[in-house]
């Protein structure tokens, strides 16, 4: 968050002399701010003993009254809790009144059962599965999310003020904006009137409708001109033509700007609100994206594609090309559509595919100790369920001891695609995953963790295609747990404190993902437990660092350092396998364990704490200690933002 969106005035909260009394519980904050001296959205601060980030911030909303509440979990290590106005909150009058009390057990159930019924039944479903780890974490996430989420429409009124606001700002800025054609679709009288009405109200100096597919048609070019297509019965937001001209001013690399979305009923009222990712080629030609609304450069309107009738995602798609600097996204909510949301096909020959005679070398890097059935699975599904490579693969084994383990080491001495080496010693993934790397020659590298299982032939051709593309630089996985729920959709960057897996135990059947693990996207990040990526990349990074991060947070590691030198990450739903999540290695809950990652942390925050800020696919309007899609109270930086 910006730190000038705040006031330098703090409010304790009073933790009665003891602050472990409130350590690692679920507690509610009761806030009455009659005066206005917290503003309309504060943010909790928690502060933390010996940890970095020292300071978790949490945005709440207050109703107009000034009452409002915080629910959520303080950390073993909890030192403090205060509240931060926003800036422009009053500085003079009575304090605002607050009072924490811890939330009991069974108080938690009451509320999760009053408050988010829909949300408590996937938490059940998951309990119907014996899936009690799932149901454990995602009733966690229940008081994060679900049941503290700001409404929809208070939010968008408050933020659709500041949007406004920031319009007027650009306007008295910027003397001379460009010229802005807008084309709108076909529709019934009543819808191209509202869209006509809205754009009469818009207060940018030079708006000229044109027919949306006859350029011949339109006013003779003039530097600069920017062109538009809305669909009958869409509302530009007030202000929203600066936000989306902006962009493109001093900066003749934008070709392309959008923003997100709502849908508008009947009545007027908003909702459904469409956060969207920064520039996704693989989810937009996958159909996981809009981009209704999209302004673009004149000049680079592709030739002979019919501006009408191509969906506008091809358009920008094709005025896009390989320049992924040219298209930025405005992450506000600058579009109210009318009509209902429709799903997008995808467009043809979106999954890229191996020429059918090719058959690529991996090299396939497990470490192990230990549970020999959990690496015969995975062996085995190397074997018999990978179709299409040939496969070299390096088990370093961390010091096995058991007989069954030994056994298998002496099976596969017949197998010329298997090696075992000896790695004795604390477990130290990092390094484990290193001297693999170092045992093997091809330029193609898989790392996979023992507990992982194929299910299906085609999963690593289908990943090694993704690598084809000499911009991607690693390729990740759908992960599910042997019952079927969701392990791995992807990395959320930032999220708790340093990442978390995206769509963690979801069911994919359950819709809550919005499309997404059904769809191949650009990520920030993807889990060392099933990663592809080259040798040359892995080399000119240093591989994983093994003094820093031997255990947590090395995969997160090398995935930045490879999108530091530009490359990109691909998750894929085409690659499905089975993982088991750490079965062979345990909990992380013993002291030594918790202070070992309490300094990963801090190796993180120390190396990235910049880029953890400002993952580009996800948008900067949801919460990042909540699951997906949960609104924050408070947006973070709504600066315009490109995907690198």
């Given at each position: 968050m910006n730190e000038d969106d705040f006031s330098s005035t703090v409010f304790d909260v009073a933790l009665f002399g003891c602050a472990a009394t409130f350590a690692d519980r679920l507690v509610k904050i009761r806030i009455a701010d009659p005066v206005g001296r917290l503003g309309r959205r504060p943010v909790v601060l928690i502060r933390r003993q010996g940890r970095k980030p020292a300071v978790l911030e949490r945005p709440i909303l207050l109703d107009r009254r000034g009452r409002g509440r915080f629910i959520g979990w303080t950390p073993r290590d909890l030192r403090g809790i205060a509240l931060m106005p926003e800036a422009g909150a009053k500085t003079e009058g009575r304090a605002p009144s607050i009072r924490i009390r811890r939330i009991s057990y069974l108080e938690m159930g009451l509320m999760a059962a009053l408050e988010a019924p829909g949300p408590l039944l996937r938490v059940l479903r998951l309990l119907a599965a014996g899936n009690t780890k799932g149901a454990v974490y995602r009733f966690a996430r229940l008081f994060d999310g679900a049941i503290t989420a700001p409404p929809y429409g208070a939010w968008a009124e408050l933020q659709g003020e500041a949007d406004a606001r920031a319009a007027v700002a650009i306007a008295a800025a910027w003397r001379d904006p460009p010229r802005l054609l807008v084309g709108i679709e076909p529709g019934s009288a009543r819808a191209l009137a509202e869209t006509r009405g809205s754009l009469a109200a818009q207060d940018y100096p030079d708006v000229i409708?044109?027919?949306?597919?006859?350029?011949?048609?339109?006013?003779?070019?003039?530097?600069?001109?920017?062109?538009?297509?809305?669909?009958?019965?869409?509302?530009?937001?007030?202000?929203?033509?600066?936000?989306?001209?902006?962009?493109?001013?001093?900066?003749?690399?934008?070709?392309?700007?959008?923003?997100?979305?709502?849908?508008?009923?009947?009545?007027?009222?908003?909702?459904?609100?469409?956060?969207?990712?920064?520039?996704?080629?693989?989810?937009?030609?996958?159909?996981?994206?809009?981009?209704?609304?999209?302004?673009?450069?004149?000049?680079?309107?592709?030739?002979?594609?019919?501006?009408?009738?191509?969906?506008?995602?091809?358009?920008?798609?094709?005025?896009?090309?390989?320049?992924?600097?040219?298209?930025?996204?405005?992450?506000?909510?600058?579009?109210?559509?009318?009509?209902?949301?429709?799903?997008?096909?995808?467009?043809?020959?979106s999954t890229p595919q191996l020429a059918a005679d090719a058959r690529p070398e991996v090299a396939v890097v497990i470490p192990t100790r230990d549970r020999a059935?959990?690496?015969?699975?995975?062996?085995?599904?190397?074997?018999?369920?990978?179709?299409?490579?040939?496969?070299?693969?390096?088990?370093?084994?961390?010091?096995?001891?058991?007989?069954?383990?030994?056994?298998?080491?002496?099976?596969?001495?017949?197998?010329?695609?298997?090696?075992?080496?000896?790695?004795?010693?604390?477990?130290?993934?990092?390094?484990?995953?290193?001297?693999?790397?170092?045992?093997?020659?091809?330029?193609?590298?898989?790392?996979?963790?023992?507990?992982?299982?194929?299910?299906?032939?085609?999963?690593?051709?289908?990943?090694?295609?993704?690598?084809?593309?000499?911009?991607?630089?690693?390729?990740?996985?759908?992960?599910?747990?042997?019952?079927?729920?969701?392990?791995?959709?992807?990395?959320?960057?930032?999220?708790?404190?340093?990442?978390?897996?995206?769509?963690?135990?979801?069911?994919?059947?359950?819709?809550?993902?919005?499309?997404?693990?059904?769809?191949?996207?650009?990520?920030?990040?993807?889990?060392?437990?099933?990663?592809l990526t080259r040798r040359s990349l892995w080399e000119a990074v240093g591989g994983m660092d093994e003094a820093g991060l031997a255990v947590a947070f090395n995969d997160v590691d090398y995935c930045l350092k490879a999108r530091a030198l530009g490359l990109r990450i691909v998750w894929t739903p085409e690659a499905t396998l089975i993982h088991r999540e750490s079965v062979s290695r345990g909990a992380d809950d013993t002291p030594e364990k918790l202070a070992r990652f309490a300094r990963e942390e801090a190796v993180m925050y120390d190396r990235w704490a910049d880029v953890l800020a400002r993952d580009p696919f996800h948008n900067p309007n949801l919460s990042l200690v909540g699951e997906a899609f949960v609104l924050s109270a408070r947006p973070r930086d709504l600066s315009p933002r490109r995907s690198s």
């Amino acid at each position: 968050m910006n730190e000038d969106d705040f006031s330098s005035t703090v409010f304790d909260v009073a933790l009665f002399g003891c602050a472990a009394t409130f350590a690692d519980r679920l507690v509610k904050i009761r806030i009455a701010d009659p005066v206005g001296r917290l503003g309309r959205r504060p943010v909790v601060l928690i502060r933390r003993q010996g940890r970095k980030p020292a300071v978790l911030e949490r945005p709440i909303l207050l109703d107009r009254r000034g009452r409002g509440r915080f629910i959520g979990w303080t950390p073993r290590d909890l030192r403090g809790i205060a509240l931060m106005p926003e800036a422009g909150a009053k500085t003079e009058g009575r304090a605002p009144s607050i009072r924490i009390r811890r939330i009991s057990y069974l108080e938690m159930g009451l509320m999760a059962a009053l408050e988010a019924p829909g949300p408590l039944l996937r938490v059940l479903r998951l309990l119907a599965a014996g899936n009690t780890k799932g149901a454990v974490y995602r009733f966690a996430r229940l008081f994060d999310g679900a049941i503290t989420a700001p409404p929809y429409g208070a939010w968008a009124e408050l933020q659709g003020e500041a949007d406004a606001r920031a319009a007027v700002a650009i306007a008295a800025a910027w003397r001379d904006p460009p010229r802005l054609l807008v084309g709108i679709e076909p529709g019934s009288a009543r819808a191209l009137a509202e869209t006509r009405g809205s754009l009469a109200a818009q207060d940018y100096p030079d708006v000229i409708e044109v027919e949306v597919g006859a350029p011949a048609t339109w006013p003779a070019a003039k530097p600069g001109d920017l062109w538009l297509r809305l669909p009958a019965g869409a509302r530009p937001a007030p202000g929203a033509f600066w936000h989306l001209a902006h962009p493109f001013a001093g900066d003749p690399e934008v070709r392309v700007v959008y923003g997100d979305e709502d849908r508008r009923d009947r009545a007027g009222t908003r909702g459904t609100p469409t956060f969207k990712s920064a520039w996704n080629p693989p989810l937009i030609a996958a159909g996981g994206m809009s981009l209704a609304g999209a302004v673009i450069r004149r000049a680079a309107l592709p030739q002979g594609l019919d501006l009408a009738g191509a969906p506008i995602e091809v358009l920008v798609l094709t005025v896009a090309g390989a320049e992924r600097r040219s298209v930025v996204h405005v992450p506000r909510v600058l579009l109210h559509r009318a009509e209902p949301e429709r799903p997008l096909a995808p467009l043809p020959s979106s999954t890229p595919q191996l020429a059918a005679d090719a058959r690529p070398e991996v090299a396939v890097v497990i470490p192990t100790r230990d549970r020999a059935d959990l690496l015969a699975a995975c062996v085995e599904g190397l074997l018999h369920h990978t179709d299409g490579v040939t496969l070299d693969i390096v088990i370093v084994d961390n010091g096995s001891v058991e007989v069954a383990t030994q056994t298998l080491f002496e099976r596969w001495t017949r197998e010329p695609r298997i090696r075992v080496i000896a790695a004795p010693g604390p477990f130290n993934f990092a390094h484990l995953t290193n001297l693999g790397v170092a045992a093997t020659r091809a330029e193609t590298l898989l790392l996979l963790n023992n507990d992982i299982e194929p299910i299906c032939d085609g999963w690593l051709r289908a990943m090694v295609a993704e690598l084809s593309d000499p911009q991607v630089g690693i390729v990740g996985a759908r992960l599910l747990f042997p019952d079927g729920f969701v392990q791995h959709g992807g990395v959320t960057l930032g999220a708790g404190t340093i990442a978390r897996h995206t769509f963690h135990f979801y069911a994919l059947d359950g819709g809550e993902d919005r499309g997404l693990l059904s769809r191949r996207r650009e990520v920030g990040c993807v889990t060392a437990a099933c990663l592809l990526t080259r040798r040359s990349l892995w080399e000119a990074v240093g591989g994983m660092d093994e003094a820093g991060l031997a255990v947590a947070f090395n995969d997160v590691d090398y995935c930045l350092k490879a999108r530091a030198l530009g490359l990109r990450i691909v998750w894929t739903p085409e690659a499905t396998l089975i993982h088991r999540e750490s079965v062979s290695r345990g909990a992380d809950d013993t002291p030594e364990k918790l202070a070992r990652f309490a300094r990963e942390e801090a190796v993180m925050y120390d190396r990235w704490a910049d880029v953890l800020a400002r993952d580009p696919f996800h948008n900067p309007n949801l919460s990042l200690v909540g699951e997906a899609f949960v609104l924050s109270a408070r947006p973070r930086d709504l600066s315009p933002r490109r995907s690198s």
